[in-house]
């Protein structure tokens, strides 16, 4: 069988999925690799780091930084052709198509990826939490 293909680069993926699973209390989400690896994904990380252009830009430089975000619930998971899922967050955002190679990144790249939130928020003046 040959290497699934990101439908949205035309690329070979590296990483597939065996599991998603979303917690009951549905601020993570579980995702096995089919190599073995697995990353518990909290639902803020998600949200924030959302690979949709109203918070990723078109450009490096576009970022939003998204405050207000730590309870945040995931409350749809759905999969999209055999590269992605859509997730659909509690304050309604649904527009980002989380590939299995984005997912993985961001697995791998949590905590950098939170310290570098935390500090753009704080250099901000903003909150994690709601406010």
Do not use: C, N
């Not at 730590?70 to 980002?96: R, S």
């Amino acid at each position: 069988m040959a290497a699934p293909r990101d439908e949205t680069k035309g690329t070979i993926m590296s990483s597939w999925p065996t599991e998603l699973r979303l917690a009951k209390d549905r601020r993570t989400l579980h995702v096995v690799f089919d190599d073995g690896a697995s990353f518990a994904l909290p639902a803020e990380l998600l949200r924030v780091e959302s690979p949709s252009a109203e918070v990723q830009g078109h450009h490096a430089s576009q970022k939003t930084i998204v405050p207000g975000k730590a309870a945040v619930e995931i409350l749809k998971v759905e999969p999209v052709g055999h590269y992605a899922v859509k997730l659909t967050f509690d304050d309604m955002h649904d527009t980002g198509l989380y590939a299995w190679d984005y997912l993985r990144e961001l697995g791998e790249q949590q905590g950098d990826k939170m310290r570098a939130y935390e500090a753009a928020l704080a250099e901000k003046g903003l909150s994690r939490e709601r406010r």
